[in-house]
């Protein structure tokens, strides 16, 4: 199972319309992952504990120091577009990382604030 993060500006508003989107997508391709919502700022300092972070293709920058390479990040030109995140998740192979990352131990993650 995928541990995912949404994250934009604030973590209020767009962060959960993209978690709503992703559960969408992620339920209608067939797959499980944990999904959690937060401000950019809080999931720079989190997202090594996850697989994947989804944000603004503007905001892509804030993660290039992270420490662990296999978190993938995903950019977002339009946060609201069901098509493009649906596109993100089959273009970086999501589905077959989430099969991958099951069969291994996992970390424990830092739950949100």
Known sequence: ?????????????SSQIIKFNIVKIFKK????AT?????????????????VVFCS???TGT??????????????????SEAEIEQKIVDNQL???????ASRKRLTRTPPH
Do not use: P, W
């Open 57 to 59: 293709q503007a905001l």
């Open 95 to 101: 589905k077959e990382a989430g099969c991958r990352l």
């Open 63 to 80: 993660f290039d120091n992270l420490r662990n390479k296999n978190t993938k990040i995903i950019g977002l030109v339009n946060l609201l």
């Open 29 to 32: 391709l067939g797959f499980a």
């Open 35 to 51: 999904i959690d919502h937060m401000s950019v700022g809080d999931a720079k300092t989190a997202a090594n504990n996850y697989d």
């Open 1 to 13: 199972m995928l541990i995912v993060v949404a994250a934009c500006g604030k973590g209020l508003g």
